[in-house]
């Protein structure tokens, strides 16, 4: 099974933006432009999340998302402000694959994972988990990296996992944007505790980063922002450096 | 026959947004199938999923869609969900027949890898295939969490972990692929071509 490498772009309607910790945002271009661009170097996936849908509690823009995804032909997932099964439907049937979900799960109605589940498969169900690390443990956030929730990751991705998602994204409040590489202790905790796909996000800055944290915690997939963004790789010459280094990837 | 194809539209469960455009890409003309008399307008259909065993039959079935789709004249190609559902039975939150076009039982995938099995793998195509040609050395996209247990109607395996799965059935003009053609790069476009040049067995 090759590892999934993930396009992912953090969209502030109407462009894709590259925040440092979550905030202090940079316009990076159109995200149908984006995506095209990634989808074409070979990424495996385009992971597409609207990261003030939740802060400014408003819906998910939808006709924004169906332009995203019109000319790519790999998955695409996305998130952002989803809170009912409608939202889901509709993202569904505007060219979503996965349906992302942190803040209205994570501090509402944690329900949401089963019904979805239950109503769309576990496949098509993913909870982005937004951690932060304290002395001895890794809290959950929402809200892109602003509002506290009290759980603890471990045992939020275990109750996940037991309410039916099929995968989730692990991305780091404190590694977001700094391109210093992952939280790769906390990564292997994560995919060694649940049987579900895990995909992190969050830090890579260089090709060694990613293939550290494939060797290290073997994670299903990976997601790649700065590292895309700002040319300092591109998917095809990451793909072909992994693979010489071992890693399986889809070519 | 022409480029038409029809893409059966059921419910809440339905990738039809990226099938369509995949098809079209592919040089399809995409109706939509809303109601029980389009399957006549069309000579052959695509029947989308995403969802479980259960609800896409209980939808197909408030449409009205299942004595339609069992008696279409013409072929037919299930992807994920949509091959699945045409076996006997699923086994997806409980018991529930399916349009019965295989047999074969719809079982939840167990291996000692991670499930649901997601990603691009690889496919071993085991017989001569209209549908699979030019494409047997290609990877597709999987996002599943259930198999076809099927000895009878197998067109390709994949593996998972060690577990070998059926990941195409065919059965004179209906076809079934656990992968996600409309997810799969350019071999999944050519795969709808070589969907639309299927003539009726």
Redesign the interface.
């Given at each position: 099974?090759?590892?999934?490498i993930i396009a992912k772009l953090d969209v502030k309607p109407p462009y894709v933006v590259k925040p440092v910790h979550f905030e202090g945002l940079r316009k990076i271009g159109q995200p149908n432009e984006v995506a095209v661009k990634y989808y074409h170097q070979g990424a495996?996936e385009i992971l597409y999340i609207d990261i003030v849908a939740s802060l400014y509690q408003r819906e998910i823009l939808l006709e924004q998302v169906?332009q995203a995804?019109?000319d790519i032909?790999?998955?695409?997932a996305v998130g952002g402000g989803v809170q009912t099964?409608n939202d889901?439907?509709e993202l569904?049937?505007?060219?979503a694959?996965?349906v992302v979900i942190n803040t209205h799960a994570l501090q509402k109605n944690p329900n949401i994972i089963d019904e979805a589940a239950?109503?769309?498969?576990?496949?098509?169900v993913v909870v982005n988990i937004e951690s932060k690390r304290w002395d001895n443990w890794c809290e959950c956030y929402s809200d892109c990296g602003r509002i506290r929730s009290g759980k603890n990751v471990l045992d939020w991705v275990k109750e996940v996992e037991s309410r039916g998602a099929?995968?989730v994204l692990l991305q780091s409040v404190d590694h977001d944007g700094r391109q210093r590489g992952f939280d790769i202790e906390l990564a292997q905790k994560v995919v060694s505790l649940v049987?579900?796909?895990v995909v992190v996000a969050s830090g890579a800055g260089k090709p060694e980063d990613v293939l550290e944290l494939i060797k290290v915690a073997q994670p299903?997939?990976v997601a790649l922002a700065s590292l895309l963004h700002y040319d300092k790789s591109t998917i095809k010459e990451l793909k072909k450096y992994l693979r010489e280094n071992g890693v399986e990837v889809?070519l | 026959m022409s480029n038409l194809v029809g893409v059966v539209n059921y419910g809440t469960a339905g990738n039809i947004h990226s099938v369509r455009k995949a098809l079209q890409k592919a040089g399809a003309d995409v109706l939509l199938i809303n109601q029980a008399e389009d399957f006549k307008k069309v000579p052959r259909i695509v029947l989308p999923g995403v969802g479980s065993f259960k609800e896409g039959m209980m939808e197909l079935e408030s449409d009205g869609f299942i004595e339609p789709i069992q008696m279409f004249d013409g072929p037919i190609l299930g992807i994920c969900l949509g091959m699945q559902i045409l076996s006997s039975l699923g086994y997806e939150h409980g018991l529930t027949k399916g349009l019965g076009f295989i047999k074969a039982e719809v079982k939840l995938v167990e291996c000692l890898g991670k499930v649901p099995h997601v990603g691009f793998n690889k496919i071993d195509v085991i017989k001569d295939s209209r549908l699979l040609k030019g494409i047997e050395n290609e990877m597709f996209y999987f996002m599943h969490s259930y198999e076809v247990v099927n000895y009878t109607d197998m067109l390709a395996l994949s593996e998972c972990s060690g577990h070998k799965f059926v990941s195409a059935v065919e059965r004179r003009s209906v076809f079934g692929v656990q992968f996600h053609p409309e997810k799969s790069r350019e071999a999944g476009i050519k795969l709808f071509k070589n969907f639309l040049a299927v003539d009726k067995v």
């Open positions: 099974m090759s590892t999934r495996d169906e995804c019109s032909f790999v998955p695409f099964l889901f439907s569904f049937h505007h060219g694959d996965k239950k109503c769309f498969g576990s496949q098509a099929g995968e049987d579900i796909p299903s997939g889809a | -």
